[in-house]
């Protein structure tokens, strides 16, 4: 499941849903992220995210194959909002079901490394003092290059 959308998410929900994956599930993973005060700068009043519609959904859906790939995975959600947020909101939600705990982790960290530098988002920071786009950190492609 895979969704984009300007709208909050119930993690909750999210992670009901995964843990009714079936009687095989034996551990569900999450990841939920949030729009923080700083980033390339201080003073972050919010986020604008921008995305390809249509190619975001494609590549977010070759990421959680690959993930298949990779590890005993059951069910898998991702959710990345997309509009004006502001501090403190959800911005994206990563679930993965598996029979083991090891893969859940495993998976649901890959999915989120991937989803900092592969899937088309664009993301622009909002302060008192105007606003810039975030360029992607040598940080984040060091971490996805890792599962390579």
């Known amino acids: 499941m895979i969704r984009v959308q300007t709208e909050d998410f119930d993690p909750s929900a999210e992670y009901q849903a995964l843990r009714a994956t079936g009687n095989g599930t034996g551990a569900v993973a999450t990841f939920t992220g949030l729009v923080r005060d700083s980033g390339d700068r201080q003073g972050v009043t919010g986020l604008e995210l921008e995305h390809y519609p249509g190619m975001t959904e494609q590549v ?10 990779r590890w ?7 959710i990345h909002r997309v509009g004006r947020l502001a501090t403190g909101d959800q911005i994206v939600f990563v ?10 982790f495993a998976a649901c ?15 622009k920071e909002l302060t008192a003092s105007g ?7 040598a940080s984040d492609r060091d971490r996805a290059n890792a599962w390579e």
């Open 60 to 69: 977010i859906q070759g990421l959680i194959d690959e993930s298949s790939r």
């Open 95 to 104: 679930g993965v079901a598996s029979a083991h705990r090891s893969d859940a």
């Open 72 to 78: 005993d995975v059951q069910s898998v959600r991702v």
């Open 109 to 123: 960290e890959f999915l989120m490394d991937a989803l900092k530098t592969s899937a088309p988002f664009w993301k």
């Open 131 to 137: 606003e810039h786009w975030v360029e992607q950190k």
